[in-house]
């Protein structure tokens, strides 16, 4: 998993560069091929402005954005979407692949 974090107009301590690396590890839980994340934090006019740019394999990407006034709760809030978006793609996927493999028995208990 490649990772890219930048910032523009923000200078990015080593502690929340930490804080960043440390979610984009806990995202592996939802066991989805992750390729690439890229972190963009700017400043705007009012307030702080994350954005994750999560790229899956075979899926299309998922992209957060939040603004907050203070850098850290925007990141938190993005953190927070993002795992609320990506536990949503593993539950799609898994119900998916349990719905067909149920299906097949069905059928197989019906031809008996």
């Known amino acids: 998993m490649s990772i890219q974090i930048r910032s523009k107009d923000i200078k990015l301590t080593q502690h929340l560069n930490d804080h960043i690396e440390l979610a984009i590890e806990n995202f592996k839980r939802f066991h989805l091929d992750i390729t690439t994340v890229n972190v963009m934090i700017a400043k705007e ?65 019906a031809a008996e």
């Open 45 to 109: 006019k009012k307030g702080v402005g994350v954005e994750f740019d999560i790229h899956i394999a075979h899926a299309q990407p998922v992209v957060i954005s939040d603004s907050d006034d203070d850098l850290d709760t925007a990141i938190d809030l993005a953190i927070e979407r993002a795992n609320k978006a990506l536990r949503r793609l593993h539950d799609k996927v898994k119900d998916h692949h349990t719905s067909s493999i149920r299906d097949m028995e069905v059928v197989e208990e």
